[in-house]
């Protein structure tokens, strides 16, 4: 069965610290991955997405992620976290044959302390 | 700027009225128009996949008589909650495909929909 697993369900981190966000998928299909990043109350931003080439994605504010095809992971990473990134995380998975419907992770909630 | 409306943000209702909620691409004929719906603390998941011109399909568990969903032009969708309860309070959202160029895939903003 198709599924998306983000194993961390909160992560607290220090600001100015690193920050990785786990995302393992299971799928019959080449999929297509995306981050995106949720406030309170607010709808979904789009941070990052891969679809081919370059394993290694470079998103907005910040981020990237890597596509690691033989560890079925798309984890989300950046280098200093600021107070700003607080908010939920998630990882979809969608693929050519569901024409973009995604499967989505459950999420992760990033806290960022002083 | 945004490139899929949504409208409205936020609608309270009382049970067993109807609340439509409307999804617009501005920019782009959209090919595909999803549905999401988000309980509280809870992700996302995928309600209807609405096609211009032709019937939505609908997700195991949905009730395609209570959640309306016409797709009648590429530039709109809307989705219908018929006689609603308090147990359909929730975050709907759409997502948009784009049929030519571009980023392919497209969030609205979500209405916040809470039934009294």
């Known amino acids: 069965a198709q599924s998306v697993t983000q194993p961390d369900i909160h992560i607290t981190v220090s600001e100015g610290a690193s920050l990785e966000l786990r995302c393992n998928y299971s799928?019959?299909?080449?999929?297509?991955l995306f981050w995106y990043v949720q406030s309170p109350g607010q709808g979904l931003q789009l941070l990052l997405k891969?679809?081919?080439?370059?394993?290694l994605v470079q998103g907005i504010k910040g981020f990237e992620a890597e596509f690691k095809r033989s560890q079925s992971s798309f984890n989300l990473r950046k280098p200093s976290v600021h107070w700003s990134d607080a908010a939920e995380y998630f990882c979809a998975v969608g693929t050519l044959n569901s024409g973009y419907a995604l499967n989505f992770g459950k999420g992760t909630s990033l806290l960022v302390t002083p | 700027g945004a490139v899929v409306s949504q409208h409205p943000s936020r609608v309270i209702c009382k049970s067993g009225t109807s609340v439509k909620i409307e999804c617009r691409s501005l920019d782009f004929q959209a090919t595909t128009m999803f549905w999401y719906r988000q309980f509280p603390k809870q992700s996302l998941m995928l309600m209807a996949t609405s096609n211009e011109g032709s019937k939505a399909t609908y997700e195991q568990g949905v009730e395609k008589d209570k959640f309306l969903i016409n797709h009648a032009s590429l530039t709109l969708s809307t989705l219908t909650v018929t006689s609603a309860h308090p147990e359909d309070s929730s975050f709907y959202i759409c997502?948009?495909?784009?049929?030519?160029?571009?980023?392919?895939?497209?969030f609205g903003n979500g209405t916040r929909l809470t039934v009294t």
């Open positions: 997502s948009v495909t784009a049929r030519t160029g571009g980023s392919p895939l497209h």
């Open positions: 799928y019959g299909a080449t999929p297509y």
């Open positions: 891969y679809f081919s080439g370059d394993t």
